[in-house]
C-alpha cells in the first residue's frame, strides 16, 4: 500500500501539543491561511522512529520537529527544503544552515521560562528544601536565615533576548537590583530603549549575588556566540559573595561538575537546573542507572540531593516550555511558520537562521 504524501511531517507532538497543532492547522484552512488540501501528520516519534516504522516514506520538504529528532542525512539533498523546530534553542540544527531553511519557536516560551527561573530564585533564596525538612518537627530555633530579596541583592541575566528580558523584568519587579550579559548588548540597547542596564561578564561575576543563564546554545566554535562550558573555572574564579546559579535554557553552558563543586565548596549556595548536558543520553543512564564514573556523574548527584532534600539544590526534567498557556501559543506561532512557509511557495520562513 502507497504511503500518502504529506506536506508536512509535526513529530515529537506529545499531549496537549498535538491537539492544539490540529486545532491550529484546521483553523488556518478554514481562514484560507493554508490550502484545503492541506497534508500533515502528527506524530507523538521523533523523525527517527517514524522513518524505521515506515521505511518507504518520502519526506516532505518541511519538517517540524522538536530536540530529540535526528534529520536524515540525506535529507538536504535534492529540492530545497525546510525545517521548523518547535522549541526555543536551535543548536541541534545550526549544521545545517545553509543547506536548509530552519525557523524556531522565539515567542511562546517566553513568560513560561521566565516564571520558571523565578520559581528556581524564590526556592534558593528562601532555602526551601531546609524550611520543609524543618517542618518535619517544626523546629523553628534551627532555621537557617533565608536570603531576603532587595535592591541590596544583584541579579545578572546572561543572554537578554526576548526570554532574558522577561526574566529581568519580573526580578525587577521583585526589588532586586538587575543587570545583564550579551555580546549584542549596543543592539539590546537600542531595542529595549535603554532599559537594561549593561556590564561585562567580568564586572557581572564580581557583583552578583544571583546568576540566571538565559543564552541560546551555540556549539559552533567560529561563532563570536559560541557558549559550550561559557561558565568556566576561570569565569567562577571571579566571584566576590556567596552565589546562587539557575540555569532555564541549556546544561551545556554550564557544566554540572563545575557547579557541584562550587557548591560542596561554598561558593555556590544555592542551585536551580531545568535544563541538563546531552539531556537525552543523560535521561538514558540515569534511568539505567549507569551515570557513576561518567561524564553525568556529577549532574546524577545534583538529582539525588534534590531529591532528598539535603541540600540548597532544586531540579525538574526541561518544564519551563511546558506552562498551560505556553503549550498552546507553542501550537499558534509553529502553524504561523507553516503558513508563512506556504505564502512563500516553500522558499523560506518569514523569520529564520541566521538571525544574528
Request: aromatic share 10%; net charge negative; hydrophobic share 35%.
Amino acid at each position: 500500500m502507497d504511503l500518502p504524501t504529506y506536506d508536512v511531517i509535526h513529530c515529537e507532538a506529545l499531549g496537549p501539543e498535538s491537539k492544539h497543532l490540529d486545532n491550529e492547522i484546521k483553523k488556518a484552512v478554514q481562514q484560507g491561511l493554508l490550502p484545503e488540501d492541506h497534508q500533515y501528520l502528527i506524530t507523538p516519534d521523533t523523525l527517527q522512529a517514524y522513518v524505521k516504522y515506515n521505511p518507504d516514506i518520502t519526506l516532505p520538504r518541511l519538517l517540524s520537529v522538536k530536540t530529540h529528532s535526528v534529520i536524515p542525512a540525506d535529507y538536504p539533498t535534492g529540492e530545497p527544503k525546510s525545517i521548523l523546530t518547535r522549541s526555543a534553542g536551535y543548536d541541534h540544527l545550526e549544521y545545517l544552515v545553509g543547506r536548509v531553511n530552519i525557523a524556531s519557536l522565539r515567542e511562546y516560551c517566553v513568560n513560561a521560562v521566565a516564571q520558571t527561573a523565578m520559581k528556581f530564585i524564590y526556592a534558593t533564596a528562601g532555602m526551601l528544601n531546609h524550611y520543609q525538612l524543618n517542618s518535619l518537627t517544626f523546629d523553628r530555633k534551627r532555621s537557617a536565615p533565608f536570603i531576603e530579596l532587595g535592591s541590596q541583592r544583584i541579579l545578572s541575566t546572561f543572554g537578554v533576548g526576548r526570554i532574558g528580558k522577561r526574566i529581568h523584568d519580573l526580578a525587577a519587579a521583585n526589588g532586586l537590583t538587575v543587570q545583564g550579559v550579551d555580546l549584542r548588548q549596543d543592539e539590546l540597547t537600542r531595542l529595549y530603549d535603554g532599559q537594561v542596564s549593561f556590564v561585562s561578564r567580568e564586572e557581572a561575576i564580581a557583583s552578583s549575588d544571583i546568576i540566571v543563564n538565559a543564552m541560546n546554545l551555540t556549539r559552533d566554535q567560529e561563532s563570536p556566540y559560541y557558549n559550550v562550558g561559557y561558565f568556566s573555572r576561570a569565569f567562577f574564579s571571579g566571584t566576590r559573595k556567596e552565589l546562587i546559579f539557575i540555569n532555564v535554557t541549556r546544561g551545556e553552558i554550564a557544566p554540572e561538575e563545575l557547579l557541584l563543586d562550587y557548591y560542596l565548596s561554598g561558593r555556590i549556595v544555592g542551585i536551580g537546573l531545568d535544563v541538563f548536558s546531552s539531556e537525552s543520553e543523560f535521561s538514558t543512564r540515569l534511568n539505567a542507572r549507569v551515570c557513576q564514573g561518567t561524564e553525568f556523574e556529577a549532574a546524577a548527584k545534583l538529582i539525588n540531593m534534590a531529591m532528598e532534600r539535603n541540600a540548597n539544590v532544586y531540579v525538574q526534567p526541561h518544564q519551563g516550555f511546558n506552562s498551560d498557556i505556553a503549550t498552546q501559543k507553542k501550537a499558534i506561532e509553529a502553524v504561523k511558520h507553516v503558513v508563512a512557509w506556504h505564502r512563500n511557495k516553500g522558499g523560506c520562513f518569514d523569520e529564520q537562521l541566521p538571525y544574528y
